[in-house]
């Protein structure tokens, strides 16, 4: 969905023309389906977002609140 885009009726479109942006910055972004169960880390993204002031975050580390969850994904439990 994001990289092909969506229309402007969708209820995703502000945020997927954010994301679309925000790539551009970068040399390369891959864009990659995870199913829910195996990405603990986005939960935990979500939840700090949740709890954050509005506006874009970017991330060139791995923040210490997403390192285990970070470890726990990519081991493939």
């Given at each position: 969905m994001v990289e092909e885009g969506c229309c402007s009726s969708h209820t995703c479109s502000g945020p997927v023309l954010q994301l679309q942006e925000?790539?551009?910055?970068?040399?390369q972004v891959l864009w990659k389906?995870?199913?829910?169960?195996?990405?603990?880390?986005?939960?935990?993204?979500?939840?700090?977002?949740?709890?954050?002031?509005?506006?874009?975050?970017?991330?060139d580390t791995i923040p210490s609140f997403a390192l285990l969850p970070f470890l726990f994904d990519s081991s493939g439990a």
């Open positions: 925000a790539a551009k910055a970068f040399d389906h995870v199913f829910r169960e195996s990405n603990s880390l986005a939960d935990v993204f979500a939840k700090e977002g949740m709890n954050a002031s509005l506006g874009l975050r970017v991330f």
